[in-house]
């Protein structure tokens, strides 16, 4: 009883068990997932090994962590994968011009491709699912187009790409730069007023309204942060293959989106954050490794994919707190 | 002076609608037309669309086009008119990929084919719809019971049903031995297969449950305001799951159709359906958000997509541009059919 008091006093929010194995739920899915995947396959905890998984993760964790943003405020971005892929060819093709400096013109880019996108929603009043939807078809078009349906390769010893290939004190640079997003992301949401202004949108947009939070400005900022997280992953992706292909990225929305949901990010917005997303996320990644490991089928990961969002999700959502689910 | 105006005006308006000279503004840019245009808009994008292809391609408008028109939307539309019954809830369906994929697998193992042994028949068909039922009360009793949101439910069984198609596959692809079931859509009658006759049978019993039934009836109301229908004493959960029911036999359905149309069975089978049918359906005036819209809508939608992909083949445009116009036509089309629901306090989420 002392016990239970105590920590209801350091986390208000936390008042039952319930409350406790919802809010712990997705790191037991990520711990119980981890632990089947060490038993299969031991030499998972080698030192190489962890690398290699956390350099082939990062493009999928960064779309999870850019992907966070939209859902919390109860909208969401399947265009992310189709921008990944976007992202790569159009830097691929700018690279003989532009030399190193493609790089950060892409993410530019795809910020303000996606802080449109947000804005438009807003405008036009149309539903993010159908935006998105949209510029799916838009940005996996464009990317076809722009390399003729074929893939573009990038010449070694470009600086941005050396260094997303590269390693730091043994560690792979680009899950140092899935850390980095994640903490300055994660700080922003905590501290800045438009971090909060993501919140308070989430759980009641017209309120959020009422109370003077910029409705198009805050939906704007979201998708751009999804756009240019999900350019940095193409990138990342590009940096691993070295060359560009306009559909490499296209399998990545479905995982992304697991990954969001299984951290406990709830769809409706206003509940969740990003370290939910990372956990979700690399969880994602163990269940696609651990299919690998244990010589199952490719269809299998699939499976394993939906039975495990449907267990997660039926666990950490805290029903006492909506009333009608759509 | 010109500030006593506007407010007497805005008085004006406020007090009677259509009474003085705001009301005036509003009577002749409102009514008649407004009203026909805000329903019949996809229509007329359809019309303008026919029209601009035609000059365009001398061989659109040609009879073995059109057919080929209503062969290429009726997989879409049985897609679209399962969906339907789920969006007009306001809830959304993401499995039928995954569920078509499946069924179609189902039914080219248990027909008569080259790798099975089995030869079901009639039964097959059965089987595979039962499949998609089945998958369907599954997926609305898991949203409607556990309350978890059908985005995610769906989601989830989209990947599962994926996932089981490809472990249903035996090594090689099983060729569909059964003439009269691959018949559906190779015989011609009045120079158009079985399976468009089948959609349009399909979509007008829809139709009629749509409009003449308690489960069409109350589905719209779901979709407006769950809570008052809630308050009314009736079983939503119970409308939702069947709801759910429909649809995901409709997506079986839809395999089964890819299935005549092949001739094999592919794991894949179901690919590229789902985002299609309900771009589809928002075309056509169904809200994502529930409460309006119909069978009919998403008919016009499908119809609206298909003749688009069509015309953009018989123009000659570039095929890897296709997917990018289509999306922007898309954005375009359910922003100019709902821009009459605008409100400065609208939430679109």
Redesign the interface.
């Known amino acids: 009883m002392t016990h239970r008091s105590a920590i209801s006093r350091l986390f208000p929010s936390l008042r039952t068990p319930g409350d406790l194995l919802r809010t712990l739920g997705p790191a037991i899915v990520l711990a119980v997932v981890f632990a089947l995947v060490v038993s299969i396959a031991p030499g998972i905890l080698k030192w190489r090994a962890v690398n290699a998984l956390l350099f082939d993760a990062a493009p999928l964790l960064i779309l999870v962590i850019g992907s966070t943003l939209p859902v919390l405020l109860g909208c969401i971005d399947l265009s992310a994968a189709a921008m990944a892929s976007l992202a790569a060819v159009v830097a691929a093709l700018l690279m003989p011009v532009l030399g190193s400096a493609a790089v950060p013109a892409v993410i530019l880019g795809a910020g303000l491709i996606g802080a449109l996108q947000g804005w438009l929603i807003g405008r036009l009043q149309i539903p993010s699912f159908v935006m998105t939807l949209g510029t799916l078809g838009v940005f996996s078009g464009l990317a076809l187009y722009l390399s003729n349906a074929s893939t573009i390769g990038i010449g070694p010893g470009l600086g941005p790409f050396d260094f997303l290939g590269g390693r730091t004190a043994g560690m792979p640079n680009a899950f140092l730069t899935v850390l980095a997003v994640w903490v300055v992301l994660a700080l922003v949401l905590r501290f800045t007023r438009a971090g909060r202004d993501v919140y308070a949108f989430g759980a009641s947009e017209l309120a959020a309204y009422m109370s003077g939070v910029g409705r198009d400005t805050t939906r704007a900022y979201a998708f751009a942060i999804s756009s240019m997280c999900a350019a940095l992953g193409g990138l990342m992706l590009l940096s691993q293959t070295l060359y560009s292909a306009p559909t490499m990225a296209s399998n990545l929305l479905l995982p992304a989106l697991v990954g969001v949901v299984v951290g406990g990010t709830a769809i409706s917005g206003g509940v969740g954050g990003l370290s939910a997303s990372l956990i979700g996320g690399l969880t994602a990644v163990m269940v696609r490794v651990g299919t690998t490991i244990a010589g199952l089928p490719g269809a299998a990961q699939d499976v394993a994919f939906g039975v495990i969002i449907l267990i997660a999700v039926a666990v950490t959502t805290d029903r006492s707190k909506i009333g009608i689910v759509k | 002076m010109q500030q006593t105006r506007l407010l007497s005006a805005d008085a004006g308006a406020l007090a009677s609608p259509n009474v003085g000279e705001a009301g005036a503004q509003r009577r002749t840019a409102g009514a008649g037309l407004g009203r026909a245009l805000k329903s019949a808009g996809p229509l007329v994008a359809l019309a303008a669309m026919v029209l601009v292809f035609s000059m365009m391609a001398p061989n659109f408008l040609s009879v073995a086009n059109l057919q080929a028109i209503l062969e290429s939307a009726a997989v879409p539309a049985i897609i679209a008119v399962g969906l339907t019954f789920v969006l007009v809830q306001?809830?959304?369906d993401l499995s039928g990929e995954g569920v078509a994929s499946l069924t179609n697998i189902l039914l080219a193992i248990l027909i008569a084919n080259s790798i099975t042994p089995y030869d079901l028949g009639l039964g097959a068909v059965l089987v595979a719809i039962g499949a998609g039922l089945g998958f369907g009360l599954l997926n609305g009793m898991?949203?409607a019971y556990?309350?978890?949101?059908?985005?995610?439910?769906t989601?989830?069984?989209?990947?599962?049903?994926?996932?089981?198609?490809?472990?249903l596959?035996p090594s090689r692809q099983p060729q569909i031995l059964d003439g009269r079931f691959v018949g559906l859509a190779l015989d011609k009658h009045l120079g158009i297969s079985a399976l468009v006759y089948l959609a349009v049978a399909i979509a007008l019993v829809a139709l009629v449950v749509e409009r003449r039934t308690r489960l069409g009836r109350i589905g719209f109301a779901i979709g407006a305001d769950?809570?008052l229908v809630r308050l009314a004493g009736i079983n939503v959960g119970l409308y939702k799951v069947a709801a759910f029911a429909i649809c995901g036999a409709m997506a079986g359905v839809a395999g089964i159709f890819t299935a005549a149309q092949i001739g094999v069975g592919n794991?894949l089978a179901g690919e590229g359906l789902l985002?299609p049918g309900?771009?589809a359906c928002?075309i056509g005036g169904t809200l994502?958000?529930?409460g309006r819209g119909g069978v009919l809508h998403s008919l016009v939608g499908v119809l609206v997509l298909v003749t688009l992909r069509n015309g953009l083949v018989q123009t000659g445009t570039?095929p890897?541009?296709?997917?990018?116009?289509?999306?922007?036509v898309?954005?375009v089309a359910?922003?100019a059919s709902?821009w009459h629901?605008?409100r400065k306090?609208?939430?679109?989420?």
């Open positions: 306001g809830s959304i898991l949203y556990l309350r978890m949101p059908s985005l995610i439910v989601l989830g069984m989209w990947l599962i049903t994926l996932g089981l198609a490809a472990l596959f769950e809570a794991p985002f309900i771009a928002v994502l958000s529930g570039n890897l541009l296709q997917k990018t116009i289509e999306g922007v898309i954005v359910v922003a709902t629901l605008r306090t609208r939430v679109v989420k």
